[in-house]
């Protein structure tokens, strides 16, 4: 196993250059001058040479890369053009935001799938069962941010049950020592502060979450399925145990492996889909950023944030790797 890990690493690596090298390209092939954005109605062409050259915008596209390539291994992401600031602290000051609310979105998605999966095996009734298939079918058609607008007319406009932007209410007055907003509140027992964040956070996770939740039900229901044609659950059948009780206590306990491992996976496609439903939602965190550098023409916001998501769908997968040969003996020892 850890010959196998060495070798992920290793692949990790490759794989990132590569991440880098496209991004570098594609943002500066791309129309558009960002420092004719930036620039002043009245600044001469010395001025604009002069900005080229601070921004390492003066040189050929390859020694551009060299340059940006060696300062990102000293920890150097640059200065964000639109923003006066460094890229790196800038990443960091957002990046909490999008992983509470993803990791609060991947609970909730897989809550939602299991208990949709177990009733779908525990149905035997045409019409139930077909209610249920048809809403995991629909959950499943309906994209996430289609779910944010869904959610903004009903719970915020319609109904008006929860904010509809931002990560905090100005009026609550609250101070963080981290950017980790939700848990430093839950462990430092402000309640308060921890409800009118997760008000914040209740549309956008949902948003996130359902599309997700019906491919967790899915697989989940199907692997669920195949252990019930088992012959441990014929024998649990004839010591008279109930069909919840064998599906909860029995079934579940084998299917949810490959479960597990492919939620995984979708968590770097939830990461993804954070971008627009940020958007939507005006919520501060590397989604929302993103979107503003790309209007911005901000080079090397755009080259870290794509390497910042790069990274964390690399190591996703990595993790999900680690977990299911830990989980199965045979790929253990391999």
Known sequence: MARALAGRAALMAVTLFGVAVVVFVLVRVAPGDPVAMMIGPGATPADILALRARYGLDGSIAAQFLIWLHAMSRGDFG?????????????????????????????????????????????????????????????????????????VLLLGVAVPLFPLSGRVDPSVGASFRTPFYLVESLLAGRWGVARDVGAHMIMPVLALALPLAAIVARVLKGALEQEMARDYVLLARVKGFSEARIVTREALRNAIGPTLALTGVQFTFLLGGTVIVERIFSYPGLGNMAIEAVINRDLPLIQGLVLMFGLLFILTNLCVDVAVATLNPRLRHA
């Open 79 to 151: 200065t964000s053009i639109s923003l006066r600031r460094e890229v790196l602290g800038l990443i960091g000051e957002r990046l909490p935001a999008t992983l509470e609310l993803a990791v609060c979105a991947l609970a909730l998605a897989f809550a939602l799938g299991v208990v949709l999966a177990v009733l779908g095996v525990l149905q035997k009734r045409a019409f139930g069962a077909a209610a249920l298939d048809g809403s995991v079918g629909l959950l499943l058609a309906v994209p996430d941010f289609v779910w944010a607008l869904g959610l």
